[in-house]
Each structure stands twice: as structure tokens, then as C-alpha cells.
């Protein structure tokens, strides 16, 4: 009963809303007001209906921002599982190995002479053979995942005044470039930064670029490594989908090619859901730092003199159509340009679910078959227990 009056309300509220919109919308009709006046209140309410559509394709963004990021942690989750079971199996093959040793002595013969067991074969996905292509292996120079948590490498980025993280923005990989051995601090002052939105470089604890150096991974076209002689680093030289270039240096060869492959893998599949050469936009941070000063700004035109301010009077019709063309055409290319990257993000996340799904496929099937291995290896336990 309270719902029912509750809702009840709040039909009447809106309907009392909507009543004094419709009284406001027909009050520019009235002949009190001039025809610039009723043009100026017409289009200062389009402005508004455009801003707050921009504004919600700003917040679709963002949500697809900590969309990935989630997909990405529980990717990174499955394939912790997916490896512990290469663990199990191998302790498994162990036990089968003393079980036949225990059951008789011509297994114990046997066994004496084949020697202990191999270590098993990985059965990863990745080792699966259902990916097109096997990722190289990550070297000790490249820092990812329990790492980057346990030596504290975002505090550290954040602390050197190296990096602002945007929200749902997290490291996924930090090359070094000072060595295996040295400590957090002097890798983040030397060190390629890899997050799930763009790459960057820090050479002698400065970013090369500036603070909105860099490049966004979705603007990412295609990756080649050049590689450095005995004095000179390896250079991969990354092209972005407007014609320009950026180079990253490093001076572990096989972190060079760690991150040639990461970054070539990124664009097999924008060209697939593209079919120009536009490609996604932004290709720099500066394009996210002016996004995120405009969401947080009270509007794109809060700072410019405009001829529909209240202040702003003895403005013709065609000053006002002509300034209202201009702000549209400003709306509509930024609106265009977010709404690009929203579309570009949920192409990422279906392709995304579409990898984790194979991958919980796979990760079933390893499961029912390490199961049935576990309950034959408890039958012989028992059988020589009576």
C-alpha cells in the first residue's frame, strides 16, 4: 500500500513537471516576446539537451572503462586457475607414481629403473594450441600481475609525479629498464608502463612527452621492433591509426619483443571490426585530460562569450543562427568522437567474453578430467588399505 501511494506521487510529480515544461515551451509563442528572444530560449534548450546527452556518453565511457577493467581482473583470475591445475596434475602424476611403487614389487622394479616422473606438459589455454597465436614468454624484466602489487608500483608512479590513474585505470605491465635486480624506485624512474588504456615511457624519473606522453592503446595501428646494437637500445616504433609514430626504448631484447607482440595483438582486432583506416580515435592522453576537464566542467561553453547569454542583448537572428551552427557542429564532432570510443569499448567486451568463455570451457574440461584421475587414484588408495 505505501508502494502503490509512493508511486502514486511520484506519477504526479512528473506529470506536474511536464505540465510546466509544456506552459514554459508555449509561453515563447506569446506576442510579448521577440522573435530573437523566442530564438534565443529555443536554442539555449537545445544546447542544454545536447549537454546533457554528451555528459551521459561521457559516463557510458567511463562505464565502459571499469567494465574492462573488471573483465581484465577476472581474466587474469581464470588463468591463475587454469595454471594451479597444471600444479595439481603434476602432483597427481606423483602420487600415481608411488601408488604403483606401493601396489607391487614388479612396479617398484619398474619404477626404480624409470626414475621419478616428468614434470607433465603445460595444458594451459595458451599451450592449448586454441589461440592463433602463442604469446611469448614474459621475462623477468616485465613486472605483472602479484608483482606490481607486492612491490607497490602504483604508489610509486604516483608518488614520482609520473602518472595521474584515471578511474578504473590499473597497471597490467612495467618493462625495466634498470635492470633485473634493482629496486621499485629506480625501475619506475626507468621503465615502460603498459596500463589497460594507454603506453608511456619514464627515462631518469621524467615521462617522455610530458605528463599526457604517450599513446592510447586503442590507437594502436601496428607495432615493429628495430633492433639496437651492442651500444644502442632496441627500439619498437608503434604507428597509430592517424599516420603518426611513436617509438619506445628498451635494453632487454626479450622485453622488446614481449611488447611488440602485446601491442600488434591489439590492432588484429580493430581491423576487423573496421572497414577504413579512421580507426579509433584519441591518440594521446591529452585527448582524455581535455574529457575529463570537460566532465567536470559545468559545460563545453561555460567560458566563452556567447550571444545567448542573458547579458548578451540587441543580437540579430542571424548572429544567434549563425553562433548556434558553430556550437552544434562543436557538439556534434565531440559527441561523435565519445560515442566512437563507446562503440569501440564494446566491441572489446564482447570480444572479451568470447575469449573468457573459451577459456571457462576449457577450464571445465581440464577439471572433469583431472576429477577422474583424482577418483581413480583414491580407488587404489583404498583397495590397499584393506
Known amino acids: 500500500l505505501f508502494s ?20 514554459e515551451r508555449f509561453a515563447m509563442y506569446d506576442g510579448d516576446l521577440t522573435i530573437e528572444e523566442k530564438y534565443r530560449s529555443i536554442a539555449k534548450d537545445t544546447h542544454e539537451k545536447m549537454e546533457n546527452t554528451i555528459q551521459m556518453a561521457y559516463q557510458c565511457n567511463d562505464l565502459g572503462d571499469q567494465t574492462l577493467a573488471m573483465l581484465v581482473m577476472d581474466r587474469e583470475k581464470l588463468r591463475k586457475v587454469d595454471e594451479d591445475l597444471d600444479f595439481i ?20 622394479i619398474g619404477n626404480y629403473f624409470r626414475g621419478p616422473p616428468k614434470r607433465e606438459k603445460s595444458g594451459t589455454y595458451a599451450n592449448s594450441g586454441s ?76 615521462r617522455t612527452g610530458g605528463l599526457t606522453g604517450g599513446i592510447m592503446l586503442r590507437s594502436v595501428s601496428s607495432a615493429s621492433l628495430v633492433k639496437g646494437s651492442f651500444m644502442k637500445n632496441d627500439v619498437v ?62 559545460g563545453g561553453g561555460a567560458g566563452r562569450a556567447s550571444v545567448f547569454e542573458d547579458g548578451q542583448p540587441g543580437a540579430s537572428v542571424a548572429d544567434m543562427a549563425e553562433e548556434h551552427e558553430a556550437i552544434m557542429d562543436e557538439h556534434l564532432d565531440e559527441l561523435n568522437g565519445i560515442l566512437d570510443q563507446v562503440n569501440f569499448k564494446a566491441k572489446m567486451i564482447g570480444e572479451e567474453l568470447k575469449e573468457q568463455a573459451k577459456l571457462t570451457t576449457h577450464i571445465n574440461e581440464r577439471v572433469a578430467e583431472t576429477d577422474d584421475r583424482l577418483r581413480k587414484a583414491n580407488r587404489r588408495g583404498r583397495r590397499l588399505l584393506r
Open 89 to 108: 596434475n603434476s602432483s597427481l602424476k606423483r602420487s600415481e607414481y608411488h601408488l604403483h611403487s606401493i601396489e607391487s614389487w614388479s612396479g617398484a
Open 4 to 23: 502503490s501511494h509512493t508511486h502514486t506521487r511520484h506519477i504526479r510529480s512528473s506529470s506536474g513537471t511536464r505540465e510546466k515544461r509544456e506552459r
Open 237 to 298: 616504433s608503434v604507428s597509430l591509426w592517424g599516420g603518426k609514430t611513436f617509438s619506445l626504448e628498451f635494453w632487454n631484447r626479450k622485453s622488446s619483443e614481449f611488447i611488440t607482440w602485446m601491442l600488434n595483438a591489439i590492432p588484429a582486432k580493430c581491423r576487423e571490426w573496421t572497414n577504413d583506416r579512421s580507426g579509433p580515435r584519441a591518440s594521446s592522453y591529452k585527448r582524455s585530460s581535455a574529457a575529463a576537464g570537460r566532465r567536470s566542467g559545468a
Open 131 to 206: 589461440q592463433k597465436e602463442e604469446a611469448p614468454a614474459c621475462p623477468k624484466t616485465v613486472w605483472r600481475g602479484s608483482i606490481l602489487t607486492e612491490k607497490k608500483v602504483r604508489n610509486a608512479v604516483v608518488d614520482e609525479g609520473i602518472h595521474s590513474f584515471n578511474d578504473g585505470e590499473y597497471i597490467m605491465y612495467l618493462c625495466s629498464n634498470a635492470g633485473v635486480f634493482a629496486d621499485t624506485k629506480k625501475v619506475v624512474n626507468n621503465c615502460v608502463v603498459v596500463t589497460n588504456l594507454g603506453v608511456f615511457q619514464v627515462v631518469d624519473g621524467k
